[in-house]
Each structure stands twice: as C-alpha cells, then as structure tokens.
C-alpha cells in the first residue's frame, strides 16, 4: 500500500487529529511559562534546575570542576544568573549517556509500538529505525496521522536532498553550513546530566542572500547554495537530539538579534525552508529566546510566528536581555561571551561537538530496539 493511499485510510478514523488548525502543530510540552520562569536553569544556571544549579567550569581537558563566577547578568524576569553560567553552558564535562535516556514511559511505547504497525502496514517500516520511529511517536504526542504526515513529508524531503543520515555526511553538511553562514552558530550542545539540548545564533550574521545566491561559485550555482542551507539545518538538528530524552525535552534556541537589519531577513527563503523542512521535522520546541531584538527583528519574529506551529508560537519570548547589575552598563551581546577567543575558535568547538553528538545519535539508533521501558 502506497503512503497516500494509507494516510487517506487512516485519516476518518483520527478525528481528533484533524481537529487541529495545523496539521503539524503540537501543544506545548511543559508549557512556555515553565520555560520563561527560568529558561536556563534546566541547564545548571544560578538558581534552578533538577540537578541543583550552580556553574560549571573547566580546565584544558574538558573536565568539570566547581568554582565560582564573576560577573552577573539579569533576566527579563528579574533572576539572577552568572555570565560565566552562561557562557560555560555547553561545556560540562563528557560522559557515557545512561541507557536511561533512551527509555521510553508506558505511554510512549505504545504509541511507538502503533506507529510501527502503521508503518508496517503501509510497507513503511524499513525506512526508519526503532529510535527514530520512537522520535516522532514522542513529538506528535501519540497522534498517528500527524507522525505519518511528517515521515511522508521528511522522507521526501531525505530524497530531494540526497540525506544518507550517517555521521561522515552530517559532518560535511554541518561544515559547509558553517562556511556558507559563517560567524552565525555560536554554540551546539546536549546537557549530558538533563539531556536538554541547545543552538545559540548570532542572528546579525546570518546571510540569506548566500543561500539564495543565482551567482555560480565553482560547479554549483543556487540550488546548491540552498542545498547546503537545508542540509545544514537537518544536520543541526539531528545532533541536537542525540537521545530520547532529548527529544522529549525539547530545544532550547537562543537568538541573538542585536544589531539586525533586513540584509539578514528574507521571506522567501524564510517560506522555503519551513514548507520543505521546519514543519515536518520532529522536534520539540521547550524555549526561543530572541535577546536584543530592535524594531527590524521584532518585525521579523512577528512574520515567523504567522507561519509556524502554536508550539513555537507559544515558546518565543522576545525582548530577553543580558543586563549586568552595573545599571550603567548597556545590554551585553551574547555572541561576545561565545567568540572567544576568537570566531575561527568557535567553529572548531562547534564542529568538535557537532561530530560528537551525531556520533551519539549513530550508536543510539545502532543499539535501540523495542522496548526499553521506564519504571
């Protein structure tokens, strides 16, 4: 049975699911208002998080040991957090991930456990794995026709691109990405104790026109250059979800938008990626935080927001500030704190731990088969 054959059968017997204004649009998980109490908590920063905060810092080996910070910065809540927290926030110490993070609750289970019988019987299931099967169960909230409508639409979107999912491939899409939007990511990490996970942006960088260049460069011209830019997210992605419980948990995106203008927005590349990737891909969004947005990048998230999901819709906060307790002082950027030493230093970091991740995810979907069940 074809896959649009299947999903028209389906589709009567889902009446809740077509309940919903988006097809691919999930309520929030946790809700914004637990993200926006404290957004960098879960991650061990100044006064929350389960594994009891405080800062993290390191020595030349990437070992973690304790110490204390210097300088403070507020947020647009009033708490108090360390810049150094913030700074060293994807730098905790390595280690093993406990097969715990890839435990799924009674719950999860069964709904990954529906979703591969409805892949089996659309002559689908050895497209995907256990894990990722389990992926888009836990993102789609047991809803069996919104899974179906994003694998249908990812797996077209892996032909179109020519997407293998190995690790070598991500590595040299995530390079290139970083090439073409040079100085744009800052930082790409997973919380090994929280297994929450977060891509921090420095918007300003960010040069839509290199994607949709119609100039020729070497063999390619403009749909190589949007190659390269799609690709690149899905890598990203993926790495920032190398287990379960990352899935679960969600993303953590931190903009910085300081300094933006229109040369770093474009609507129709803007449309292009979310059609053919944004609205299908399974992940959860747990916070946006959009820092130093001015009138040019309030316009912009305004326009993002009509396009994408009630679940980013309700996880963006705009406004969010660096503010150090010397009220004299003006807002700090964030890409200040990430760039150091130096830009060329940061790429190496991010391909580092890029690498890293998609490694973590390989073997993870390597050794996960049904069922590992939490008690």
């Given at each position: 049975?074809?896959?649009?054959?299947?999903?028209?059968?389906?589709?009567?017997?889902?009446?809740?699911?077509?309940?919903?204004?988006?097809?691919?649009?999930?309520?929030?998980?946790?809700?914004?208002?637990?993200?926006?109490?404290?957004?960098?908590?879960?991650?061990?920063?100044?006064?929350?998080?389960?594994?009891?905060?405080?800062?993290?810092?390191?020595?030349?080996?990437?070992?973690?040991?304790?110490?204390?910070?210097?300088?403070?910065?507020?947020?647009?809540?009033?708490?108090?957090?360390?810049?150094?927290?913030?700074?060293?926030?994807?730098?905790?110490?390595?280690?093993?991930?406990?097969?715990?993070?890839?435990?799924?609750?009674?719950?999860?289970?069964?709904?990954?456990?529906?979703?591969?019988?409805?892949?089996?019987?659309?002559?689908?299931?050895?497209?995907l794995t256990d894990m990722q099967i389990a992926q888009y169960a836990i993102v789609a909230d047991g809803h069996i026709l919104n899974a179906l409508?994003?694998?249908?639409?990812?797996?077209?979107?892996?032909?179109?691109?020519?997407?293998?999912?190995?690790?070598?491939?991500?590595?040299?899409?995530?390079?290139?990405?970083?090439?073409?939007?040079?100085?744009?990511?800052?930082?790409?990490?997973?919380?090994?104790?929280?297994?929450?996970?977060?891509?921090?942006?420095?918007?300003?960088?960010?040069?839509?026109?290199?994607?949709?260049?119609?100039?020729?460069?070497?063999?390619?011209?403009?749909?190589?250059?949007?190659?390269?830019?799609?690709?690149?997210?899905?890598?990203?992605?993926?790495?920032?979800?190398?287990?379960?419980?990352?899935?679960?948990?969600?993303?953590?995106?931190?903009?910085?938008?300081?300094?933006?203008?229109?040369?770093?927005?474009?609507?129709?590349?803007?449309?292009?990626?979310?059609?053919?990737?944004?609205?299908?891909?399974?992940?959860?969004?747990?916070?946006?935080?959009?820092?130093?947005?001015?009138?040019?990048?309030?316009?912009?998230?305004?326009?993002?927001?009509?396009?994408?999901?009630?679940?980013?819709?309700?996880?963006?906060?705009?406004?969010?500030?660096?503010?150090?307790?010397?009220?004299?002082?003006?807002?700090?950027?964030?890409?200040?704190?990430?760039?150091?030493?130096?830009?060329?230093?940061?790429?190496?970091?991010?391909?580092?731990?890029?690498?890293?991740?998609?490694?973590?995810?390989?073997?993870?979907?390597?050794?996960?088969?049904?069922?590992?069940?939490?008690?």
């Amino acid at each position: 049975m074809m896959m649009d054959d299947f999903l028209g059968q389906i589709n009567g017997n889902d009446q809740q699911q077509q309940q919903q204004p988006n097809p691919f649009g999930m309520e929030p998980f946790g809700g914004a208002e637990a993200a926006a109490a404290d957004p960098f908590g879960a991650f061990g920063f100044g006064n929350g998080g389960d594994n009891g905060g405080g800062p993290f810092l390191m020595d030349d080996d990437d070992h973690v040991f304790g110490g204390a910070v210097d300088a403070e910065f507020q947020m647009m809540d009033n708490s108090q957090h360390s810049i150094g927290d913030l700074f060293l926030s994807g730098h905790v110490s390595r280690c093993l991930q406990e097969k715990t993070s890839m435990m799924l609750s009674e719950e999860e289970l069964r709904w990954a456990r529906e979703l591969k019988g409805a892949l089996e019987a659309s002559d689908m299931a050895d497209v995907l794995t256990d894990m990722q099967i389990a992926q888009y169960a836990i993102v789609a909230d047991g809803h069996i026709l919104n899974a179906l409508q994003r694998i249908h639409a990812m797996v077209a979107f892996q032909k179109e691109y020519d997407i293998d999912d190995s690790v070598a491939q991500g590595m040299e899409c995530i390079e290139a990405l970083l090439d073409q939007q040079d100085g744009v990511f800052l930082d790409v990490d997973t919380n090994p104790q929280t297994q929450e996970s977060v891509i921090v942006v420095d918007v300003r960088a960010f040069n839509p026109k290199a994607a949709l260049s119609v100039n020729r460069t070497g063999k390619g011209g403009a749909e190589l250059h949007w190659k390269i830019l799609a690709r690149g997210y899905y890598y990203l992605y993926k790495a920032a979800q190398p287990s379960l419980a990352s899935v679960r948990h969600g993303l953590f995106l931190v903009a910085d938008c300081d300094g933006m203008g229109w040369e770093n927005f474009d609507l129709e590349s803007l449309q292009r990626i979310h059609a053919e990737l944004f609205q299908a891909y399974p992940m959860r969004w747990k916070s946006i935080m959009a820092y130093n947005t001015g009138l040019v990048a309030n316009v912009c998230w305004g326009l993002c927001k009509r396009l994408w999901s009630l679940e980013f819709r309700q996880a963006l906060e705009l406004g969010c500030q660096l503010v150090d307790t010397d009220a004299s002082k003006p807002p700090r950027r964030m890409a200040e704190m990430y760039q150091q030493p130096n830009v060329a230093a940061v790429r190496k970091k991010v391909l580092r731990r890029v690498g890293e991740l998609l490694g973590e995810r390989d073997e993870n979907e390597d050794e996960y088969d049904f069922p590992l069940v939490s008690q």
